[in-house]
């Protein structure tokens, strides 16, 4: 099992760096379920990139913060697309960032440690079962934790 | 992550994070073993968080429940939680499938007896009974609750609970500060949904959960003078009546299709059960047919006629040991033991299929004739433990049962779900002591049954010597070692019993 996250933003890079890896090897079948943490992660991410690119292109200026609209072509967050995009293939550098500094926000956003640690080691893939042994509590307390991070984040998802 | 639904998120974010919080604080109670309470949980919150947490509450309720081998069914907090019977099916529902291998069990069982502990140091702990069983409560080692070393009021053997769901009858067992029902002492009486029971500073609740309505005791319809008259069972002619038994009577019949003599034995059962429990208990006696060896009573046929089940068996013409006892007086030495070693034959031949007798008594050895002398046949093979698993039966252990707990061993009371073979040896060598001295293992006398009970769990025997000086010290090791409380310290098998005694079968 990881070392407890002392540093949060360690944690979310090497997070993301393993999904990446996983997402190239194609060993990332949870994100065919639409529950599952990272598909969200995903889709936040894709849906707050596509406004950016809406803002920019209203304002018909670049403006340092938004990257090429090429990193994320298709990432419609409505649609497959976004998460299509990276199963099979490695993600770009730019769109990997992008994730490593979504997913930073949203585990602060969390709040809690516990609900913290539990959104990493879902998103690292263990199974319920190993997290609620590495948590110390019940199978449903880890199936609890994991629907109320779902539903903080799915509200960060909202505009 | 199948399985998912659509609902499976929360209103809002504040809504979940006040729901982790009492969730976390129930579980670390669930942990400490604190055995909290759903309800104490649920006040603690907002009325309109109340419907979500209890469906949190319930997932962990059960999940370490189950921990402890207790199954809660839907019915159980329907009756804690009557306002919120939809999310109870809702919850349970959805956990239909992947509930434990128990669920069939508790399936066919219509109702279940909880005792909840309600006062005391164990308070929060609930046991579960979907069947006939003893519940032991006291400090003693054998006791099934082991009380609280912190209750200083509480007796070794304080009380006995005997449950066959929806009944339930309590004994207290001499204790030294008594038991209370609903604040009355007492000293035995049948415990109903509701009732509390007081013992030191232990407070028991006893809840009954069911669907089904109470099952009718049935009633025999009595003749003119008193005595029941014989059932009229299809395919049978009724002779006479052979005697009587715990269970029910035993007629001589002859079978019409081809005027065989059988006997034919009659229960009436205490309890009327349903179709489902008649056709249950009915295929497991119909197992019983099946075993067949010369020193066992075969059964034949078995059914229903009205309320009265019959199981036509071989007849042995003769007497059954415990009137021989009765009428000549104990036994020689030989031919008691030559009788006991045909009995640890069967035994061998039964337990070797996988056949339990749980009923072996003086009673119960019927004494014929044959070519080579004085023959012993065992009859009601598996019959009482049939019986007895089922509803029907009512309460047979506490209450007014006579004589039949002389040849009972401890661990038919301590643990009356699992009958094993070592049972069996107990009874037959409690059998053999009785009929070498006409006496039972303990002395009983005018005893109460509780008292009974008492001496089996935790009085050595009386030493047979004592009763009967002629018997060699040597048979009586072997007897002592086949009546001792722990089966493990009996002899292994009936054939490593039979073949200890074996050398005295020759006596006179």
Known sequence: MPQRAADGEDVALSAINSFCMGAAQGKFPQLADHDDLWRLLVTITARKATRQVQTARRQKRGGGKVRGESVLTGADASGPGGIDQIVGREPSPAFAAELTEQLQRLLDGLGDETLRRLAVLKMQGYTNEEIAVELGCGLRSVERKLRGIRTIWSAEERP | ?508
């Open chain 2, 1 to 508: 992550m199948s399985g998912r639904h659509p609902d499976d998120s929360y209103r809002s974010a504040s809504l979940f994070l006040r729901l982790d919080e009492i969730c976390d604080r129930f579980e670390a109670c669930l942990q400490a073993e604190q055995r909290p309470r759903i309800e104490d949980f649920l006040a603690s919150a907002r009325e309109s968080d109340r419907p979500p947490l209890l469906r949190e509450l319930l997932l962990l309720d059960m999940e370490y429940r189950a921990k402890q081998r207790d199954r809660p069914t839907a019915a159980e907090y329907r009756e804690r939680f009557p306002d919120h019977a939809e999310l109870i099916e809702d919850v349970l529902g959805r956990l239909g499938d992947d509930l434990s291998p128990d669920a069939g069990d508790r399936a066919e069982s219509p109702w279940q007896i909880i005792l909840e502990v309600v006062g005391g140091p164990h308070t929060g702990r609930r046991f579960v009974f979907t069947g006939h069983d003893g519940f032991i409560v006291g400090r003693a080692a054998s006791s099934h609750f082991r009380l609280p070393r912190e209750d200083p009021y509480f007796s070794r053997i304080h009380f006995v609970v005997e449950v066959n769901p929806p009944h339930c009858r309590l004994m207290d067992m001499n204790s030294l500060n008594g038991t209370y029902v609903n604040g009355r002492e007492v000293q035995a009486d049948d415990l109903h949904h509701g009732d509390l029971v007081k013992g030191g500073e232990t407070e028991l609740r006893v809840w009954l959960v069911g669907d089904t309505p109470r099952p009718e005791a049935v009633a025999a319809a009595l003749d003119a003078d008193g005595s029941l008259p014989p059932p009229a069972i299809p395919g049978f002619e009724i002779v006479r009546e052979l005697g009587r038994g715990g269970m029910g009577v035993v007629y001589l019949a002859k079978r019409t299709a081809d005027g065989a003599r059988l006997a034919v034995k009659t229960i009436l059962p205490a309890f009327a059960a349903g179709q489902r429990e008649v056709q249950r208990f009915l295929r497991e006696c119909e197992v019983l047919c099946s075993l067949r060896h010369p020193h066992i009573v075969a059964f034949h046929q078995m059914g229903r006629t009205g309320n009265v089940f019959y199981f036509a068996m071989d007849y042995v013409e003769g007497t059954d040991a415990g009137r021989l006892v009765q009428s000549h007086g104990p036994m020689p030495v030989g031919r008691a033991v030559r009788l006991a070693c045909q009995v640890l034959e069967a035994l061998d031949f039964a337990h070797g299929h996988g056949f339990v007798h749980r009923d072996v008594k003086p009673a119960n050895l019927l004494i014929g004739h044959g070519q080579r002398g004085e023959t012993c046949r065992l009859a009601d093979f598996g019959l009482a433990r049939v019986y007895h698993a089922s509803h029907m039966s009512g309460l047979t252990m506490l209450g007014d049962v006579g004589g039949t707990l002389a040849f009972m061993p401890p661990e038919q009371i301590t643990d009356y779900r699992n009958a094993c073979p070592p049972a069996d040896l107990y009874s037959t060598s409690a059998t053999l002591y009785y009929l070498l001295t006409g006496r039972h293992v303990y002395d009983f006398g005018e005893d109460l049954s509780e008292q009974q009970l008492i001496k089996i769990l935790t009085e050595p025997p009386v030493p047979i010597r004592n009763r009967r000086d002629d018997v060699p010290q040597s048979l009586a090791s072997v007897i002592h070692r086949a009546l001792a409380k722990d089966p493990r310290e009996r002899f292994p098998e009936a054939a490593a019993f039979r073949e200890a005694l074996l050398p005295f079968s020759s006596a006179h």
